[in-house]
């Protein structure tokens, strides 16, 4: 069974910066799609942003050219990097990781605890 653990979030300021991390437990992790995702109160779970196995990106509208996703596939573990965050960037935020490529995947984990981020002056 795969296991993700996310961690990294926290409060910050508008316009301020942090770097999500997710460790997954799955010796195949470099043929996988990984992606973030995203839940603020009372909304639904949302696709941040998600990047094959060989590095390809895509990004929602919201928040291309501000954030960053990437991935180290030695050791099993992907990141998001937030920059100029805003209030609407609060949530909490989830990995997961499945087969497919940048236009089509489906997730394989079960959901993690996710990392709370919290966008406030």
């Known amino acids: 069974q795969v296991q993700l653990v996310e961690s990294g979030g926290g409060l910050v300021q508008p316009g301020g910066s942090l770097r999500l991390s997710c460790a997954a437990s799955?010796?195949?992790?470099?043929?996988?799609?990984m992606a973030w995702y995203r839940q603020a109160p009372g909304k639904e779970r949302e696709l941040v942003a998600h990047?094959?196995?060989?590095?390809?990106?895509k990004y929602a509208d919201s928040v291309q050219g501000r954030f960053t996703i990437s991935r180290d596939n030695a050791k099993n573990t992907g990141y998001l990097q937030m920059n100029n965050l805003k209030p609407e960037d609060t949530a909490v935020y989830f990995c997961?990781?499945?087969?497919?490529?940048?236009?089509?995947?489906?997730?394989?984990?079960?959901w993690g605890q996710g990392t709370q981020v919290t966008v406030s002056s």
């Open positions: 799955i010796r195949t992790f470099s043929s996988y799609v």
């Open positions: 997961n990781v499945g087969p497919g490529d940048l236009r089509h995947f489906f997730l394989i984990a079960s």
């Open positions: 990047i094959t196995g060989g590095g390809s990106t």
